[in-house]
């Protein structure tokens, strides 16, 4: 099976930043993004990037995240500055071999970050 490793996660107090980091393993991702996922609430959708651009961030984030990745495409990164509170959710890592239309497109999965903003 195809293995995706977040890490990168932790506490911090609002205003701050963090790096997540996905490293992938094997054959070469069409695709690589991120999701989040807060206690009660839905998976929501925070960024992606294909092998040649970004897709739209969502809202939320947009103007204070920023996703890239590396020259050999096997690792992600989502680097998260002026965190807020209402960031504190599970990051998870996701990804997908063919081009994504939408985003329930993403076939595989990491096991997630915990990312807390303290006020």
């Known amino acids: 099976q195809v293995q995706l490793v977040e890490s990168g996660g932790g506490r911090v107090q609002a205003g701050g930043s963090l790096r997540l980091s996905c490293a992938a393993s094997?054959?070469?991702?069409?695709?690589m993004g991120w999701f989040r996922q807060a206690p009660g609430k839905e998976r929501e959708f925070v960024a992606g990037i294909g092998r040649i651009g970004v897709i739209p961030y969502a809202d939320s984030v947009k103007g204070r995240f920023a996703i890239s990745r590396d020259s050999a495409m096997h690792t992600v990164y989502l680097q998260m500055n002026n965190l807020k509170p209402e960031d504190t959710a599970v990051y998870y890592c996701?990804?997908?071999?063919?081009?994504?239309?939408?985003?329930?497109?993403?076939?595989?999965w990491g096991q997630g970050t915990q990312v807390t903003v303290s006020s």
């Open positions: 094997g054959r070469i991702f069409n695709t």
């Open positions: 996701a990804a997908s071999y063919s081009v994504v239309v939408n985003t329930t497109s993403y076939n595989y």
